[in-house]
């Protein structure tokens, strides 16, 4: 069974850090992309950034590049997603995902974790 489980969420003040973290299981971790999405309230859900298990290639949405990291422990199956530099509109449900390239298409992503919420105070 494939899954995807997100976690490391939690209540910052604006300019603060947070880093989340994605276990994966039952699927070739190494050939996959894993992608960190978000939903803000009553907003369609962005792809902020996405890494090639293979080779370690990371893409990012304009909003976050030079704030947010992406990487991948693939010993343990395992992507990151290190937030710096926070900022209140930063604020949304974030979500990782696991695909077969790193598209900006929420259906090219066929496995989903639960979601873990970061909330920015200003």
């Known amino acids: 069974e494939v899954q995807l489980q997100a976690s490391g969420g939690g209540l910052v003040q604006a300019g603060g850090s947070l880093r989340l973290s994605c276990v994966a299981s039952g699927f070739t971790f190494d050939d996959s992309v894993i992608g960190w999405f978000r939903q803000a309230p009553e907003k369609e859900r962005e792809r902020v950034a996405c890494i090639s298990a293979s080779d370690g290639s990371a893409y990012y949405a304009r909003s976050v590049k030079g704030r947010f990291t992406i990487s991948s422990d693939n010993a343990k199956n395992t992507a990151y997603l290190q937030m710096n530099s926070l900022k209140p509109e930063d604020t949304a449900v974030y979500y990782c995902?696991?695909?077969?390239?790193?598209?900006?298409?929420?259906?090219?992503?066929?496995?989903w974790g639960q979601g873990t919420l970061v909330t920015v105070s200003s």
């Open positions: 995902a696991a695909g077969d390239g790193c598209s900006y298409t929420l259906e090219d992503f066929g496995a």
